[in-house]
Protein backbone atom coordinates (compact mmCIF):
# COMPACT_ATOMS: atom_id res chain seq x y z
CA UNK A 1 0.00 0.00 0.00
CA UNK A 2 2.44 2.05 1.01
CA UNK A 3 5.11 1.63 -2.23
CA UNK A 4 1.59 2.27 -4.56
CA UNK A 5 0.90 5.65 -2.61
CA UNK A 6 4.37 6.84 -3.43
CA UNK A 7 4.08 5.36 -7.33
CA UNK A 8 1.23 7.40 -7.69
CA UNK A 9 2.43 10.25 -5.91
CA UNK A 10 5.90 10.32 -7.79
CA UNK A 11 3.57 9.88 -11.10
CA UNK A 12 1.47 12.42 -10.17
CA UNK A 13 4.35 15.30 -9.25
CA UNK A 14 6.18 14.18 -12.76
CA UNK A 15 3.19 14.70 -14.21
CA UNK A 16 2.16 17.78 -13.03
CA UNK A 17 6.24 19.21 -13.53
CA UNK A 18 6.41 17.24 -17.09
CA UNK A 19 9.74 15.63 -15.92
CA UNK A 20 10.59 11.99 -15.61
CA UNK A 21 13.08 10.04 -13.91
CA UNK A 22 16.53 8.91 -15.79
CA UNK A 23 16.99 4.90 -15.96
CA UNK A 24 19.96 5.36 -14.29
CA UNK A 25 18.94 7.78 -11.94
CA UNK A 26 18.74 11.72 -11.68
CA UNK A 27 15.90 13.75 -13.69
CA UNK A 28 15.31 13.43 -17.36
CA UNK A 29 15.12 16.50 -19.43
CA UNK A 30 15.26 16.54 -23.32
CA UNK A 31 17.63 13.83 -23.60
CA UNK A 32 19.95 14.36 -20.69
CA UNK A 33 20.07 13.32 -16.87
CA UNK A 34 20.71 15.79 -14.40
CA UNK A 35 21.88 15.47 -10.78
CA UNK A 36 21.22 18.02 -8.01
CA UNK A 37 23.29 17.36 -5.26
CA UNK A 38 22.44 18.75 -1.66
CA UNK A 39 23.06 16.16 0.70
CA UNK A 40 26.38 17.82 0.86
CA UNK A 41 28.46 20.85 0.15
CA UNK A 42 31.28 20.66 -2.11
CA UNK A 43 34.37 23.07 -3.98
CA UNK A 44 33.56 24.12 -7.58
CA UNK A 45 36.42 21.71 -8.44
CA UNK A 46 35.03 18.89 -5.86
CA UNK A 47 31.73 19.42 -7.54
CA UNK A 48 33.57 18.71 -11.13
CA UNK A 49 35.18 15.84 -10.10
CA UNK A 50 32.10 14.04 -9.00
CA UNK A 51 30.31 14.86 -11.80
CA UNK A 52 33.17 13.37 -13.99
CA UNK A 53 33.60 10.60 -12.03
CA UNK A 54 29.59 9.98 -12.77
CA UNK A 55 30.29 10.33 -16.56
CA UNK A 56 29.32 14.01 -17.16
CA UNK A 57 30.26 17.23 -15.86
CA UNK A 58 28.88 20.38 -14.17
CA UNK A 59 25.96 21.43 -15.72
CA UNK A 60 26.36 23.94 -18.76
CA UNK A 61 23.28 25.73 -19.15
CA UNK A 62 22.21 26.08 -23.02
CA UNK A 63 19.20 28.14 -23.10
CA UNK A 64 16.19 30.30 -21.09
CA UNK A 65 14.03 27.16 -20.91
CA UNK A 66 16.82 24.48 -19.24
CA UNK A 67 17.39 27.31 -16.99
CA UNK A 68 13.69 27.36 -15.99
CA UNK A 69 13.91 23.92 -15.34
CA UNK A 70 17.13 23.88 -12.96
CA UNK A 71 15.20 26.69 -11.17
CA UNK A 72 12.29 24.98 -10.37
CA UNK A 73 14.39 21.84 -9.37
CA UNK A 74 16.93 24.30 -7.07
CA UNK A 75 13.94 26.29 -5.50
CA UNK A 76 12.00 23.63 -3.56
CA UNK A 77 15.53 21.26 -2.67
CA UNK A 78 16.27 21.72 1.22
CA UNK A 79 18.62 22.58 2.89
CA UNK A 80 18.44 25.90 0.19
CA UNK A 81 21.32 27.30 -1.13
CA UNK A 82 23.51 27.93 -3.95
CA UNK A 83 24.15 25.88 -6.57
CA UNK A 84 27.19 25.38 -8.90
CA UNK A 85 26.91 25.11 -12.45
CA UNK A 86 29.56 24.53 -15.02
CA UNK A 87 30.60 27.99 -15.68
CA UNK A 88 34.28 29.75 -14.68
CA UNK A 89 37.26 32.40 -15.56
CA UNK A 90 39.66 29.39 -16.54
CA UNK A 91 42.05 31.71 -17.91
CA UNK A 92 43.21 35.53 -17.93
CA UNK A 93 41.46 35.79 -21.42
CA UNK A 94 38.53 37.55 -19.62
CA UNK A 95 35.46 35.86 -20.54
CA UNK A 96 33.78 32.99 -19.17
CA UNK A 97 33.50 29.36 -20.23
CA UNK A 98 31.84 26.25 -19.66
CA UNK A 99 33.76 23.59 -18.43
CA UNK A 100 32.81 20.75 -20.27
CA UNK A 101 33.34 21.88 -24.10
CA UNK A 102 35.22 25.21 -23.21
CA UNK A 103 32.52 27.18 -25.28
CA UNK A 104 32.00 30.69 -24.05
CA UNK A 105 28.27 32.03 -23.10
CA UNK A 106 25.94 32.70 -25.86
CA UNK A 107 22.84 32.61 -22.36
CA UNK A 108 23.12 33.90 -19.15
CA UNK A 109 20.97 34.98 -16.21
CA UNK A 110 23.42 36.69 -14.64
CA UNK A 111 22.07 38.71 -11.02
CA UNK A 112 21.81 42.88 -11.62
CA UNK A 113 25.15 44.29 -10.97
CA UNK A 114 26.89 40.61 -11.07
CA UNK A 115 29.49 39.68 -12.30
CA UNK A 116 30.85 41.37 -9.75
CA UNK A 117 34.44 39.58 -9.12
CA UNK A 118 33.67 40.71 -5.29
CA UNK A 119 34.64 44.45 -5.99
CA UNK A 120 37.42 43.85 -9.03
CA UNK A 121 39.09 41.99 -6.23
CA UNK A 122 39.57 39.39 -8.77
CA UNK A 123 38.97 36.16 -6.45
CA UNK A 124 35.79 34.86 -7.81
CA UNK A 125 36.06 33.14 -10.84
CA UNK A 126 32.81 30.26 -10.71
CA UNK A 127 29.20 30.57 -11.24
CA UNK A 128 26.63 29.32 -9.05
CA UNK A 129 22.29 29.71 -9.02
CA UNK A 130 22.11 32.20 -6.47
CA UNK A 131 19.63 31.32 -3.72
CA UNK A 132 19.85 35.69 -2.54
CA UNK A 133 18.51 36.80 -5.17
CA UNK A 134 15.64 34.56 -6.65
CA UNK A 135 17.92 31.78 -8.18
CA UNK A 136 19.88 34.17 -10.73
CA UNK A 137 23.44 33.56 -11.13
CA UNK A 138 26.20 35.47 -9.64
CA UNK A 139 29.99 35.06 -9.89
CA UNK A 140 31.64 33.22 -6.19
CA UNK A 141 34.96 32.63 -4.90
CA UNK A 142 35.27 28.90 -6.29
CA UNK A 143 36.73 27.32 -2.77
CA UNK A 144 33.38 27.78 -1.14
CA UNK A 145 31.15 25.37 -1.09
CA UNK A 146 27.85 24.68 -2.22
CA UNK A 147 25.09 22.28 -3.88
CA UNK A 148 25.88 21.76 -7.11
CA UNK A 149 24.09 19.86 -10.47
CA UNK A 150 25.90 17.36 -12.56
CA UNK A 151 24.48 17.07 -16.55
CA UNK A 152 25.18 13.92 -18.18
CA UNK A 153 25.25 13.06 -22.24
CA UNK A 154 22.36 11.65 -24.61
CA UNK A 155 20.32 8.85 -23.20
CA UNK A 156 22.06 6.52 -25.66
CA UNK A 157 24.58 7.24 -24.33
CA UNK A 158 23.30 6.13 -21.28
CA UNK A 159 21.68 3.02 -22.21
CA UNK A 160 23.80 2.03 -24.47
CA1 LIG B 1 22.80 21.67 -21.07
CA1 LIG C 1 29.75 38.05 -7.33
Known amino acids: MYLQCVFIVTICLCGVYNIRLCPTGGWF ?4 CYDFHNESYATFTQAQERCVRDGGNLVHVNNAEE ?3 LVEHVKHLRPINSW ?3 LWYKDTEGEFSWIDDQSYITYQDFSAHQPDDHG ?3 NEDCVL ?3 KANWTWNDAKCSSQYHFVCEKGSV ?3 VG
Do not use: M, P, R, V
Open 29 to 32: YHGH
Open 84 to 86: WIG
Open 120 to 122: SQH
Open 67 to 69: NAF
Open 129 to 131: IWH
Open 156 to 158: TDL
